[in-house]
């Protein structure tokens, strides 16, 4: 079969086979994570544990952020193929374990198997986009890559809110299965590379304290003001312990050899922009996507596959305008185009923050898909600028720090969402009045509130003081896509206008 550099010269007929199996690819991540999101209420309702359903993202999303920088240099190292390969192979097995999950902690530990595969899908299937398509082709061809997230936006959550109302939300994972079976055939057989081996030098220090430093940040965000006071020990030791192991992991990246978080990365100003953008798009997807479905089911006392449609807008918006900022970048730069959709992403947040507890379905479905549309053009932007201004055996390593960056973002966001979701719930339990406490049989959990599942035991008083509590976390949350929207404007004004290429890259 060809190389890649054949692949190149033979022209669309083959690179249009290799970019099937790239968008099955990214199909397995992208089926996981619009169904998951939607069937959490269902998880939550039947394994219990509503104060760390979080993690199931969190853990996710944290393993992917530790390992993604890795995949980009052992992508570089030993070509894009086998890493691709191992990773989808790896998704399988943790998305067959999170359908056998028993309670909580198994289907976090098994989420955490299934990042360590999805590590691997979403960097090289965008880098080898950069390795086979030309500046201008590589908008269009990122926008069919994100169209896999607006087909599974639209598929999945139906599927899955099906399945979930008539089956079991177990089958949001085993659907995985199919997928991820043509992926490894596809891959294997079409996708041949002519790669050089060089010794490497793998920073597993750098690794080790990035998920320590992390999970630690996050241990502290998710549990504090729930297990444990803001201002106690535990929060004080596990937050402060966090901090402390990320300037030692600064330390070790700038001594080691081939460092996990390559520094220069974030030290060139192309490089830093784009990848604090990619931070806060982290922070704006996954906020959203993670606790829009709980609104739509815990609030507005919708179906999941309700709540699911609501959803499946933003993965719409984003892939149309993705192939969209092509045409944009290319006529008024990258900068102008990531701008735009900075000021669509708050304008989404700000109308977020005004929605009750009446609103209707269909306008979240709307400022779903307008964030989704500001999301594209943002991110698929400044991805395509990086990859511009190095060369092949730097793309990898670009590529995987931005990744990283979103990803990050999107741990960080969920943790700290999750906690003032957490606090607002538990807090009202907590200080429930006595007429109220009288009216709620023993035993009521949270996770019988988020299911959006009616309980006629409880009286409607009851029952509206505890939405109460989620609507008011769910709020927060709304407000904090508002100020993100608003940060991230103000980040790409540092973004250079011409971006030029970065010749002397260690």
Do not use: C
């Amino acid at each position: 079969m060809a190389s890649i550099e054949e692949t190149i010269a033979a022209g669309n007929h083959s690179r249009r086979y290799i970019m099937v199996g790239l968008m099955l690819a990214m199909g397995l991540a992208a089926m996981d994570g619009t169904i998951v999101a939607t069937a959490i209420p269902s998880i939550v309702h039947d394994l219990g544990g509503f104060s760390r359903f979080p993690w199931v993202f969190s853990v996710y999303l944290l393993v992917q952020a530790a390992l993604i920088p890795i995949y980009g240099k052992l992508a570089d190292v030993y070509g894009r193929k086998p890493m691709l390969m191992i990773g989808s192979v790896i998704f399988l097995v943790g998305s067959m374990l999170s359908g056998m999950s028993w309670n909580m902690v198994s289907l976090i530990i098994f989420r955490g198997i299934q990042g360590i595969g999805a590590a691997a899908i979403i960097p090289i299937a965008t880098t080898v986009v950069g390795d086979l398509f030309t500046l201008q082709e590589r908008a269009k061809m990122q926008g069919y890559l994100a169209s896999v997230w607006g087909i599974s936006a639209v598929i999945g959550p139906a599927i899955g809110g099906l399945l979930v109302q008539y089956a079991s939300w177990r089958w949001v994972f085993y659907i995985n299965v199919p997928i991820g079976i043509a992926t490894i055939l596809v891959i294997g057989y079409l996708f041949h590379e002519k790669i050089q081996p060089r010794h490497h030098t793998i920073d597993y220090w750098g690794s080790l304290l990035l998920i320590a430093s992390m999970g630690s940040v996050i241990l502290g965000l998710l549990e504090g003001g729930v297990s444990w006071a803001w201002m106690s020990w535990q929060s004080l030791t596990t937050l402060g312990g966090g901090l402390v192991l990320v300037l030692g992991l600064i330390v070790v990246e700038m001594r080691a050899p081939e460092p996990v978080v390559p520094l220069w990365v974030f030290g060139r100003r192309v490089l830093a922009v784009a990848n604090l953008s990619s931070l806060v798009v982290g922070i704006l997807a996954m906020g959203l996507s993670s606790f829009l479905p709980t609104y739509v089911q815990g609030i507005l006392r919708q179906t999941p596959l309700i709540a699911g449609f609501s959803l499946a807008t933003m993965s719409i918006g984003w892939p149309v305008a993705s192939a969209f900022s092509g045409k944009l970048y290319l006529q008024i730069g990258f900068r102008n185009t990531a701008l735009i959709g900075a000021i669509l992403v708050a304008l989404a947040g700000w109308q977020f923050s005004l929605l009750t507890t009446h609103a209707l379905v269909i306008l979240v479905a709307v400022l779903s898909l307008l964030m989704g549309a500001g999301l594209g053009l943002l991110s698929t932007s400044m991805v395509v600028a990086i990859q511009s201004v190095v060369g092949w055996n730097h793309r990898g390593v670009v590529t995987g720090s931005n990744m990283f960056s979103r990803m990050l973002g999107s741990t960080l966001g969920v943790a700290l969402f999750g906690s003032l979701v957490n606090a607002s719930v538990v807090g009202r339990f907590q200080h429930m009045p006595q007429a109220i406490r009288a009216l709620i049989p023993k035993g009521l959990k949270a996770s019988s509130i988020v299911s959006g599942a009616p309980n006629r035991a409880i009286p409607a008083r009851a029952m509206h003081y505890v939405e109460q509590g989620l609507y008011l976390g769910i709020h927060r949350i709304f407000i904090g896509l508002m100020i993100a929207g608003l940060l991230v404007i103000i980040i790409e004004f540092f973004f250079p206008r011409r971006p030029v290429t970065l010749e002397d890259l260690p």
